[in-house]
């Protein structure tokens, strides 16, 4: 409850319209977080009662279902993000490298009539 709830709402927040493309590209890279957070969640309510040992019961299989799936996606943990991480460093020095010759050339970014 104090790790997986904040971490999906974390990255709920990282997906919301008024965040910057760059950030919500991140969310969405992060995105399956929020899925398997969602399932332990509902997994958690459906098997919670009123008092007793439902609650305990709940918890351990939410628990259970989150560490399970994030087993189960080891390779998008492992292959696919470090992938995605490079290829958007090789982005930004592409283009911060095309930015700064820009700006060695002295061209100025206002349009000059003529």
């Known amino acids: 409850m104090q790790e997986i709830q904040p971490l999906k709402m974390c990255v709920g927040e990282l997906c919301a319209c008024y965040q910057s493309v760059g ?3 991140l969310g969405l890279a992060l995105y399956p977080i ?3 957070g969602e399932m332990s969640d509902k997994c958690r309510e459906k098997l919670r009662d009123d008092g007793g040992m439902g609650d305990l019961i709940g918890l351990y299989a939410a628990a259970g279902l989150y560490a399970l799936s994030l087993i189960t996606l080891w ?3 492992f292959v696919v993000l470090p992938w995605m991480a490079a290829g958007g460093v090789l982005g930004s020095v592409g283009l911060g490298w095309c930015f700064g010759l820009i700006e060695f050339a ?3 970014s206002q349009v000059v009539s003529v």
């Open 34 to 36: 929020w899925i398997v």
């Open 23 to 25: 950030v919500r590209l």
């Open 106 to 108: 002295g061209v100025d």
């Open 75 to 77: 390779w998008y943990w």
